[in-house]
């Protein structure tokens, strides 16, 4: 190392010293302490004390007498209520074959347009494995027997029938709209 590369560290030794002197000289903070003391001075707001809480009060669950609800319900409750198997005449012909189209919930299928010919309208429905089907009126579609009722250019209407949780049936409009 030359003269000159060690009078330029002993330079910047020298003005570090003096930095750090600097630095750690009696700040002038009489601005800020009078500050302080005027925020101190002010009143402070006032705090309500803490509300007291009403104690809590137990509860003793007893259903030994009601139904289970994992267990259907017994046909006198049903006849009583009104619902039950019966009441509407509504339910599903577990007796016809089952169409291709049933085996998808209705929300995976898709329309996919129509196609008329000869005054006659289907509708064309995606499958989610992508096949397409063609469908009219009185085909069914979905898990829940649904049976078409109506084909527009624009949607498909179908009814399901699905269980009314007392036993019985009830009738669910349902649409597949054409998708984009």
């Not at 009078?7 to 750090?20: K, Y």
């Not at 259903?63 to 599903?92: C, D, E, M, V």
Request: aromatic share 4%.
């Amino acid at each position: 190392m030359n003269g000159s590369a060690k009078r330029d560290i002993l330079r910047l030794a020298a003005m570090g010293t003096v930095l750090l002197l600097a630095a750690c000289a009696k700040p002038h903070t009489a601005d800020l302490k009078a500050f302080v003391a005027k925020v101190e001075s002010h009143q402070h707001g006032h705090l309500d004390p803490i509300p007291a809480f009403k104690p809590y009060e137990t509860f003793i669950y007893q259903a030994s007498n009601l139904r289970s609800p994992f267990q259907p319900p017994h046909p006198s409750t049903l006849a009583r209520k009104g619902g039950g198997k019966g009441h509407t005449g509504i339910h599903p012909d577990t007796n016809r074959p089952r169409e291709p189209l049933e085996e998808y919930p209705l929300d995976t299928l898709r329309m996919a347009g129509t196609l008329s010919q000869s005054g006659h309208t289907w509708g064309l429905v995606r499958a989610p494995d992508g096949t397409i089907h063609r469908v009219a009126p009185g085909n069914h579609a979905g898990q829940n027997n649904g049976r078409i009722t109506r084909i527009t250019d624009s949607e498909i209407d179908l009814l399901e029938i699905v269980p009314d949780g007392l036993g019985g049936w009830i009738q669910r409009p349902a649409t597949l709209a054409l998708s984009d």
